[in-house]
């Protein structure tokens, strides 16, 4: 028996963890010399020795054996069993019973995404983009997600569709202002375009949209350490307003009429929470009730704000969010089941997590199918597939 038992499972976050070297490797000529160096400096001081220690643990098989024998509740980090070998993630996922998987990066972004210079951060997505269609091209579960910068909407377009030429199942773009301006303009709308028509959705993820000022944590007191002890992580405060950037973003995206214009386009909004999710629905509601007679373009929705949300947004619960209460308060039709695998921020037991939840509120199995299952389905849009979960006959593994 697998850790999800019989229930059919689409897990809409998960990351490869990258070695030092990771992105530089597939990168051009001309990209590597614009990369920082140490590559992954922002994985925090105790890096270099935790990669080393994954490395080794790949090499010792009977530390392997005993991490398969307990895949979510074991090692996280880079001494997770598939966190750096993509052999050991499709036997995870045979072992714990998974049939599809988004996969992102971890620390790679760090070094390109945020530079504003055009030509590193587009020749370190085309790098990026080809290291995680790497390391999912093997299994047809495994989902590698692109990265497009938005800084030049010909560039993001190009590189959007090298993407997915090259296999990525899913675009992550930064949840900020595109080029200097909205991510709602409409010169932006040849690459929601792309995305649409490709039937790929984009996501946002945290880490792809600027923390807290950090002034904000100048209160006198000595700084606390993070949650996970690193260089770039969150703090109470942090977390408090994370979510608001990305907000911002599909509100503008809604309101804008990007998704009036590309009703096939699909966005997952991934790790970032989603106690936030019912009240945004009200705002948007509202922001077009109260400001529609001095905004004409507000009139030009055909549907209620809040409809377009529920038709092509989904998001994914922290695991102490209370899922079966935000299902109640809005609809079943809008969470996505996660794991963050192999990040510790996903704990060791996220199934156990969400079951109280829905158990607690009495959600019915429709619902629970929905989370678990058919709202990751509708993430890829109407006929899309782009991806070809296995099933348990294909797989071979008792459930």
Same mark, same amino acid.
């Given at each position: 028996?697998?850790? #999800?038992?019989?229930?059919?499972?689409?897990?809409?976050?998960? +990351?490869?963890?990258?070695?030092?070297?990771?992105?530089?490797?597939?990168?051009?000529? /001309?990209?590597?010399?614009?990369?920082?160096?140490?590559?992954?400096? /922002?994985?925090? %001081?105790?890096?270099?020795?935790?990669?080393?220690?994954?490395?080794?643990?790949?090499?010792?098989?009977?530390?392997?054996?005993?991490?398969?024998?307990?895949?979510?509740?074991?090692? /996280?980090?880079?001494?997770?069993?598939?966190?750096?070998?993509?052999?050991?993630?499709?036997?995870?996922?045979?072992?714990?019973?998974?049939?599809?998987?988004?996969?992102?990066?971890? #620390?790679?972004?760090?070094?390109?995404?945020?530079?504003?210079?055009?030509? !590193?951060?587009?020749?370190?997505?085309?790098?990026?983009?080809?290291?995680?269609?790497?390391?999912?091209?093997?299994?047809?579960?495994?989902?590698?997600?692109?990265?497009?910068?938005?800084?030049?909407?010909?560039?993001?377009?190009?590189?959007?569709?090298?993407?997915?030429?090259?296999?990525?199942?899913? =675009?992550?773009?930064?949840?900020?202002?595109?080029?200097?301006?909205?991510?709602?303009?409409?010169?932006?709308?040849?690459?929601?375009?792309?995305?649409?028509?490709?039937?790929?959705?984009?996501?946002?993820?945290?880490?792809?949209? /600027?923390? !807290?000022?950090?002034? @904000?944590?100048?209160?006198?007191?000595?700084?606390?350490?993070?949650?996970?002890?690193?260089?770039?992580?969150?703090?109470?405060?942090? @977390? =408090?307003?994370?979510?608001?950037?990305?907000?911002?973003?599909?509100?503008?995206?809604?309101?804008?009429?990007?998704?009036?214009? +590309?009703?096939?386009?699909?966005?997952?909004?991934?790790?970032?929470?989603?106690?936030?999710?019912?009240?945004?629905?009200?705002?948007?509601?509202?922001?077009?009730?109260?400001?529609?007679?001095?905004?004409?373009?507000?009139?030009?929705?055909?549907?209620?704000?809040?409809?377009?949300?529920?038709?092509?947004?989904?998001?994914?619960?922290?695991?102490?969010?209370?899922?079966?209460?935000?299902?109640?308060?809005?609809?079943?039709?809008?969470?996505? #089941?996660?794991?963050?695998?192999?990040?510790?921020?996903?704990?060791?037991?996220?199934?156990?997590?969400?079951?109280?939840?829905?158990?607690? +509120?009495? =959600?019915?199995?429709?619902?629970?199918?929905?989370?678990?299952?058919?709202?990751?389905?509708?993430?890829?849009?109407?006929?899309? %597939? %782009?991806? =070809?979960?296995?099933?348990?006959?294909?797989?071979?593994?008792? %459930?």
């Amino acid at each position: 028996m697998t850790y #999800f038992g019989t229930r059919t499972v689409f897990d809409a976050d998960s +990351h490869l963890m990258e070695s030092h070297g990771w992105l530089e490797q597939y990168a051009d000529e /001309k990209t590597r010399a614009l990369l920082e160096a140490p590559g992954l400096a /922002k994985a925090g %001081r105790g890096a270099a020795a935790a990669i080393e220690a994954g490395q080794r643990r790949i090499e010792d098989s009977a530390a392997t054996a005993r991490l398969e024998a307990d895949v979510m509740g074991s090692e /996280k980090g880079w001494s997770a069993f598939g966190a750096m070998s993509s052999q050991e993630r499709s036997a995870a996922l045979d072992l714990l019973g998974i049939d599809a998987q988004i996969v992102f990066s971890t #620390f790679a972004a760090t070094q390109f995404l945020f530079s504003g210079d055009v030509d !590193l951060a587009y020749g370190g997505a085309a790098a990026h983009n080809r290291g995680t269609v790497e390391f999912c091209a093997d299994d047809p579960r495994l989902l590698a997600v692109g990265i497009v910068p938005l800084l030049d909407v010909d560039a993001a377009r190009a590189t959007a569709a090298e993407a997915i030429e090259r296999g990525c199942a899913a =675009i992550w773009v930064p949840h900020g202002t595109a080029g200097g301006h909205s991510p709602a303009h409409v010169d932006m709308d040849p690459f929601w375009a792309t995305l649409s028509e490709a039937g790929v959705p984009v996501v946002l993820h945290v880490g792809g949209g /600027k923390l !807290l000022s950090s002034r @904000f944590h100048d209160n006198g007191r000595p700084l606390p350490p993070d949650m996970l002890g690193g260089g770039e992580n969150v703090r109470a405060k942090d @977390f =408090i307003a994370m979510h608001q950037a990305a907000e911002t973003f599909v509100g503008c995206l809604v309101l804008d009429g990007v998704f009036e214009r +590309h009703p096939d386009l699909r966005c997952g909004v991934i790790e970032l929470g989603a106690s936030w999710v019912p009240g945004m629905l009200h705002r948007l509601d509202a922001a077009r009730a109260q400001f529609r007679r001095n905004e004409p373009q507000l009139g030009e929705l055909s549907l209620a704000p809040s409809d377009y949300v529920r038709r092509q947004i989904r998001f994914t619960p922290w695991t102490f969010d209370d899922v079966g209460a935000l299902i109640e308060a809005s609809d079943p039709s809008l969470y996505l #089941f996660s794991t963050d695998y192999p990040h510790p921020e996903g704990t060791r037991d996220p199934l156990g997590k969400f079951e109280a939840s829905l158990d607690a +509120h009495g =959600i019915d199995e429709d619902s629970r199918r929905a989370f678990y299952t058919e709202n990751f389905e509708s993430l890829f849009g109407p006929g899309n %597939r %782009r991806w =070809i979960p296995r099933t348990v006959e294909t797989t071979g593994v008792s %459930r």
